[in-house]
């Protein structure tokens, strides 16, 4: 009995279906377009990082003009 269920187990590991290793060029549609979704919002991404940059520093300059104001003397 013990020889039946061991045979069974091989049998079972037999047709199990394996992952196979995926070609890029034979990707679906589906998962071409999650590839250029990636793509984009990558993009996007890069965007907003030099956007934020950008007003990083007009705060810096904004900083700066503040602190130089207050070091002027006041004229009455």
Do not use: Y
Not at 22 to 48: A, F
């Amino acid at each position: 009995m013990r020889e039946g269920l061991e045979n069974q187990d091989e049998e079972n590991l037999e047709e199990t279906d394996m992952p196979e290793e995926v070609d890029p060029t034979d990707l679906p549609e589906e998962e071409e377009t999650i590839l250029s979704q990636m793509t984009r919002i990558e993009s996007e991404i890069e965007d907003l990082e030099s956007e934020i940059e950008k007003r990083n520093k007009v705060l810096e300059d904004l900083k700066k003009t503040i602190d130089e104001t207050e070091e002027e003397p006041v004229k009455e």
